[in-house]
């Protein structure tokens, strides 16, 4: 397994001194910050039909050609951008993610990242550290969700990023797990129906419903009658807290057991039991935590979760007590082509 440093930084920087490798490290908002700006800037997309000079880039973003050049030889330098001659810069795979709109991209993904918002919630993570508690909360005046609604321009960057890793996800998932038994599904807090599309465009004999906040739910529709499917997934609004819908065969929840604390997780996870049939399943879809040392995404999120929403990503074994607690026995965990896997619950009846 490649280090941290070696994926940040390239297959040289391990045979660097323990203090050099530290000061790269160290160097974490700064190359988030450079990612977030060329994200926010849209270089990706300048460059999609060649080469172009850092003049000729910051004509095109209004931006001061010294300072732009300063940004994109460091990009350059741990492979997002290339410079093929002096102050001439190309894309790589890696900058191909920045691109709007191709498969993968990730340029809401880093845009999110650079928001003062968050920054401003990490130099107080000691706070976290501490106590347990989000810092989100502490820094703004009000946790993350109602954040997002009250600024709907953040709000929106946030959601485009949700649903373009959800694309890969929801490929991934519909691939991994055999629905085939399944004659209706319950996307909870199903966003603007990524998977839920995915799940039933692969299954034509299946229907679906799809159930999140009002606000998400009217949005998720335009999305569900784009793609074909207005006949087969109803749109339900209402709230995971206090109720789902009943009688579905599974019910799937995409990154949301996550954002939660323990008891409003378990709140929700309740509910779900509640309007289950007795051969109803659980499919949870989140990080499953590995042991050891080994590099995993589920790592960065589970700091992600514990300073913004109070949550948190989960082993196997913490899964399995987790729902136990809420009802449920834990039947298998299958792993995907993405970082999440499928946690798959039944009634303990």
């Known amino acids: 397994m490649r280090s941290y440093l070696e994926t940040w930084f390239g297959e040289g920087s391990a045979e660097l001194p323990p203090h050099l490798r530290i000061f790269f490290l160290c160097q974490g908002t700064v190359v988030t910050t450079s990612i977030a700006l060329a994200a926010e800037l849209g270089i990706a997309d300048?460059?999609?039909?060649?080469?172009?000079?850092?003049d000729e880039l910051a004509q095109?973003?209004?931006?001061?050609?010294?300072?732009?050049?300063?940004?994109?030889?460091?990009?350059?330098?741990?492979?997002?951008?290339?410079?093929?001659?002096?102050?001439?810069?190309?894309?790589?795979?890696?900058g191909e993610c920045l691109r709007t709109g191709v498969t993968g991209s990730m340029r809401s993904w880093a845009r999110i990242a650079g928001l003062k918002v968050r920054t401003n919630t990490y130099a107080e993570a000691l706070h976290s550290i501490r106590t347990g508690e989000p810092v989100f909360k502490r820094t703004t005046g009000m946790e993350f969700f109602e954040y997002m609604a009250a600024h709907p321009e953040t709000g929106e960057i946030f959601n485009q990023a949700m649903t373009g890793f959800g694309q890969m996800v929801s490929a991934a998932v519909a691939q991994a797990y055999d629905f085939s038994?399944?004659?209706?599904?319950?996307?909870?807090?199903?966003?603007?129906?990524?998977?839920?599309?995915?799940?039933?465009?692969?299954?034509?004999q299946m229907t679906g419903v799809l159930f999140d906040a009002p606000h998400v739910a009217e949005s998720a529709r335009e999305s569900i009658e784009a793609a074909g499917l207005a006949q087969r997934c109803e749109i339900v609004s209402g709230d995971f807290f206090k109720s789902v819908t009943a009688g579905c065969d599974a019910y799937?929840?995409?990154?949301?057991v996550h954002d939660w604390d323990r008891e409003r997780a378990l709140t929700i996870l309740r509910n779900c039991r509640q309007a289950m049939k007795k051969t109803s399943r659980l499919l949870l879809i989140e990080a499953v935590l590995p042991g050891g040392d080994q590099l995993h995404p589920g790592k960065f999120l589970d700091f992600i979760m514990l300073t913004h929403h109070g949550g948190q990503e989960r082993t196997e074994e913490e899964y399995r007590d987790f729902l136990r607690e809420a009802g449920f026995r834990l039947n298998q965990v299958i792993p995907t082509d993405s970082p999440m896997s499928i946690i798959e619950g039944v009634l303990n009846n």
């Open 46 to 54: 300048l460059l999609k039909d060649g080469p172009l000079s850092s």
């Open 60 to 94: 095109a973003t209004s931006t001061h050609a010294r300072a732009l050049s300063c940004l994109l030889r460091l990009l350059s330098s741990i492979g997002v951008f290339t410079e093929l001659s002096p102050d001439r810069f190309a894309l790589t795979p890696l």
């Open 181 to 204: 038994g399944i004659s209706k599904i319950i996307d909870v807090g199903g966003g603007h129906g990524t998977q839920i599309a995915e799940i039933l465009q692969r299954y034509p």
């Open 252 to 256: 799937l929840l995409r990154w949301i």
